[in-house]
């Protein structure tokens, strides 16, 4: 099973989301990327960057994988609504 590790302005983001059922969502897609690469949520990878995108909704959670290790290493890096700017 894979690590996952959030970055301060991702925890501080997820907090931040006002509707429990959504936050919870979130979370929940953000633990199931413990069984990358096998879990089947809908993932991008994002053109000219190494981070991926997940989609939860209206909401995007972008991360990075550091498959070196093992376990593989799961960054939450941000968790945006989407709008204009975001992916």
């Excluded at 991360?63 to 799961?74: A, S, V």
Aim: net charge positive.
């Amino acid at each position: 099973m894979n690590e996952i590790q959030w970055t301060p302005k991702a925890r501080k983001s997820l907090a931040k989301i006002n509707q429990l059922d959504v936050r919870t969502k979130v979370f929940n897609a953000v633990t199931e990327l413990q069984h990358w690469p096998q879990c089947h949520l809908d993932i991008i990878r994002l053109q000219g960057r190494s981070d991926y995108r997940l989609r939860v909704g209206n909401y995007r959670v972008i991360f990075e994988i550091d498959t070196q290790g093992n376990p593989i290493i799961i960054t939450i890096n941000q968790v945006e609504k989407r709008d204009e700017r975001t992916y």
